[in-house]
């Protein structure tokens, strides 16, 4: 059974840091374009960051510079460190996997086939 699992979400203060998890089971991350996208109340999912096979990275301007995306092969797992975190960053965020081997440039949300149950992440003083 293909699986991705989130981890690492919780309350943090503005200014702090957390590192997400993706954990794979059942299918190797490592071919896969891999997004971090996330959901706030009432407002629409939206992209954070994606990761290529080949390692090239996208991210939101609202991210730029305080989030860096990456992959660990060899623990089947991709990471979300985010930090200098803000208020706005509250959300539940998601990891996706595409093996559409799409553009970087130009994959969207609507190209990747699974999907994990989300992890809630709280910048709250």
């Known amino acids: 059974q293909l699986q991705l699992v989130e981890s690492g979400g919780g309350l943090v203060q503005p200014g702090g840091s957390l590192r997400l998890s993706c954990a794979a089971s059942g299918f190797t991350l490592e071919t896969y374009t891999i997004g971090w996208f996330r959901q706030a109340p009432g407002k629409e999912r939206e992209e954070v960051s994606c990761?290529?096979?080949?390692?090239?990275?996208k991210y939101a301007d609202s991210v730029k510079g305080r989030f860096t995306i990456s992959r660990d092969n060899d623990k089947n797992t991709v990471y979300l460190q985010m930090n200098n975190l803000k208020p706005e960053d509250t959300a539940v965020y998601y990891c996706?996997?595409?093996?559409?081997?799409?553009?970087?440039?130009?994959?969207?949300?609507?190209?990747?086939?699974?999907w994990g149950q989300g992890t809630q992440v709280t910048v709250s003083s």
């Open positions: 996706a996997a595409s093996d559409l081997n799409i553009n970087i440039a130009i994959v969207t949300m609507w190209d990747y086939d699974y």
């Open positions: 990761i290529d096979s080949s390692g090239t990275t």
